[in-house]
């Protein structure tokens, strides 16, 4: 069984260093205590949606928040509940390794398998590489915020600017993917979780004298890590070749409602507002069948029987969740804001659902600060509170354009957000 640990007990990576939280560090917030529970690939059995929903029901203020990495935060804990939520979670499964619970941030293509869209499933790389991770002592010293994407081919999570992807391909290959350059290298597809390590170690090599915590951060960018992962995988005997693949500039989340691919049960994909699930919601969907939570504050529900579809989907739109592409909250995203974060200059969560109307074309998100916490990738509207009121900006990969600066002004500030983000066609 695991050993339950207090936050306390985890030592940073180094002085000053990495403070990303987890489940055995916790982080203090004005609502009180928050853990991130890491889900490679956002998946949960039942059993284990269980085990969530009750630590948040006896150790938080009872709801599970959604990231945009398919993880889950709970908040409103104890500061010393650290020894029971590890042994909580422990025996669920949910922490295979104390000194690995950190790191194992890992997105996949929710729908992979289901539809019928993807090259390959990349259920398979998911288990390897979570395993291949929690037996490595050398990925330990990964940051927080080191991310892996395994996409399935139709390019979802490949533009989420993970600092690893990888891809499959319908030849027996996959490509890895390391940084944002639209250069990969192609391998066998059974040695791709094996490659995404090697890779990583190689980064943790070139790191130490820069400062580094992702591979953006690198002096010289991924260009010449990309050539030592290329003579380390040869030196381990795998084929590799160098090749050239666009990484998309926008992340397509799964369409809303029944999953269609002609299997024999059925699939259905549902967006959370504002990314937070209340008890009953999460019950709702824990009681469904097994759960993949999307990087986009979502969730997938698989192996629903197709006799039983139409009133799950009916229930879950009732509870709130959003079923179609038609509701109001569609796109509509936010950081924890005020009064949970000291930091925040706002209460944006508020902000955000006083300010819902039409269905907007591009998504929105609500930021307290400037750090932008959580924002979603590609191109969307951004709205941040400021000292001077709320600046809207129109982003676009790395570029960002400010279209209006409202202040104390609800109805103008929500008719400037509606503006920004252009009605859906």
């Known amino acids: 069984m695991l050993a339950a640990m207090p936050p306390s007990a985890v030592p940073p990576r180094s002085p000053g260093g990495d403070a990303c939280p987890g489940t055995l560090r916790l982080h203090r917030a004005d609502d009180g205590a928050l853990a991130r529970v890491r889900l490679p690939g956002g998946v949960l059995t039942v059993a284990r949606a269980n085990a969530l929903g009750e630590a948040a029901a006896r150790l938080g203020d009872g709801e599970l928040h959604l990231t945009s990495r398919g993880n889950v935060q709970l908040r409103g804990l104890a500061p010393d509940c650290g020894a029971e939520l590890a042994g909580l979670l422990g025996r669920a499964g949910l922490l295979p390794s104390e000194r690995h619970e950190r790191i194992r941030n890992v997105v996949a293509s929710p729908l992979a398998g289901l539809d019928g869209l993807g090259a390959a499933e990349v259920g398979p790389w998911l288990s390897a590489l979570d395993r291949l991770l929690c037996g490595s002592d050398r990925a330990t010293a990964l940051s927080g915020r ?59 090599d070139a790191a130490p004298d820069t400062g580094a915590w992702r591979v953006k951060d690198l002096p010289g960018g991924s260009a010449a890590l990309a050539d030592d992962v290329v003579r380390r995988l040869r030196q381990t005997g795998t084929a590799v070749s160098e090749d050239r693949h666009p990484r998309p500039h926008a992340s397509v989340p799964p369409v809303l409602g029944r999953v269609h691919g002609g299997r024999r049960d059925v699939a259905l994909s549902v967006g959370v507002p504002l990314g937070r699930l209340d008890p009953n919601q999460w019950r709702l969907l824990a009681g469904a069948g097994e759960l993949r939570l999307t990087p986009w504050r979502g969730v997938v529900v698989t192996g ?15 509870a709130g969740l959003i079923t179609g592409p038609g509701s109001p909250w569609a796109g509509v995203g936010a950081c924890i804001g005020r009064p949970g974060c000291a930091k925040s200059l706002a209460d944006v969560r508020a902000e955000a659902g006083a300010a819902v109307g039409p269905v907007g074309r591009l998504p929105v998100y609500w930021s307290g600060c400037e750090r932008r916490c959580g924002h979603p990738h590609g191109e969307w509207i951004d709205v941040v509170a400021t000292p001077d009121g709320h600046r809207i900006s129109h982003v676009t990969g790395d570029r960002s354009d400010a279209t209006a600066t409202v202040r104390d002004n609800p109805a103008a500030l929500a008719a400037a957000v509606a503006a920004a983000r252009g009605s859906r066609t």
């Open 146 to 204: 080191f991310l892996f994407a395994l996409d399935d081919g139709r390019g979802d999570v490949d533009a989420l600017g993970a600092d690893l992807t990888l891809l499959a391909r319908a030849d027996g290959d996959a490509m890895l993917r390391i940084g944002d350059t639209d250069a990969v290298l192609r391998v066998p597809a059974a040695e791709a979780p094996r490659a995404a390590l090697l890779a990583a170690e190689a980064f943790l």
């Open 304 to 318: 629903v029987s197709p006799d039983h579809a139409d009133e799950l989907l009916a229930a879950l739109s009732e």
